[in-house]
Nanobody, 123 residues
Framework: QVQLVESGGGLVQAGGSLRLSCAAS????????MAWFRQAPGKEREVVAA????????YYADSVKGRFTISRDNAKTTLFLQMNSLKCEDTAVYYC????????????????WGQGSQVTVSS
């Protein structure tokens, strides 16, 4: 059983930056594909970025390409999301997901979710 705990969210002005972390315990983090999702009020949960077990391959939603960077530290069993040039439309609860299925341009999530971290971008 994998446990995931997100942190690093908060309130930031448009144009600012935040770095989310997802600490994993249990399971074998270094073998898992991982991803970040977000869910804004009244909208469906959507994938933001995903990466393979090695971190060598990554996928980004078009809406965040060039602004967000996903990375991982397998030794520390932690997943990161660096978010730069934040926009008001990035406001959402951000979730990490472990051990999904990674495709070249898609990611199918598993049932392993964190509790979420709120990111609010003000104008």
């Amino acid at each position: 059983q994998v446990q995931l705990v997100e942190s690093g969210g908060g309130l930031v002005q448009a144009g600012g930056s935040l770095r989310l972390s997802c600490a994993a315990s249990g399971g074998t983090f270094s073998s898992y594909a991982m991803a970040w999702f977000r869910q804004a009020p009244g909208k469906e949960r959507e994938v933001v970025a995903a990466t393979t077990w090695s971190g060598l391959s990554t996928y980004y939603a078009d809406s965040v390409k060039g602004r967000f960077t996903i990375s991982r530290d397998n030794a520390k069993t932690t997943l990161f999301l660096q978010m730069n040039s934040l926009k008001c439309e990035d406001t959402a609860v951000y979730y990490c997901n472990a051990d999904g299925v990674y495709g070249v341009s898609w990611y199918r999530p598993s049932d392993y979710w964190g509790q979420g971290s709120q990111v609010t971008v003000s104008s």
